[in-house]
């Protein structure tokens, strides 16, 4: 299973990034993981799959940016290891 740790930079919070990440992995399907703002106006995402052309096509979509309203500067992709999640979930 493949597990990458996201961070997304530019103007991604308060654009609804994090809703259009969600409703991004669940049209994916087989996405499952978190996203959430941090305190320097970055939003991290975990985000696994046991399907490499989805992983891809999610990231994909990331680095173009889920919302309309963002505009993404950056995206550090790292593979990590994180425990197993079985749905995909905003945290605050």
Do not use: C
Request: hydrophobic letters at 40%; proline letters at 2%.
């Amino acid at each position: 299973m493949k597990k990458v740790r996201l961070i997304v930079s530019g103007r991604v919070q308060g654009v609804g990034f994090r809703y259009s990440t969600y409703q991004l992995a669940l049209d994916i399907g087989d996405i499952y993981g978190r996203v959430w703002n941090n305190d320097d106006g970055t939003v991290e995402i975990l985000a696994q799959s046991d399907k490499p052309e989805k992983m891809a096509k999610f990231i994909q979509a990331i680095r173009k940016g889920p919302s309309r309203f963002a505009k993404i500067t950056y995206v550090d992709v790292k593979m990590v290891h994180f425990e197993d999640y079985s749905d995909f979930r905003m945290a605050n």
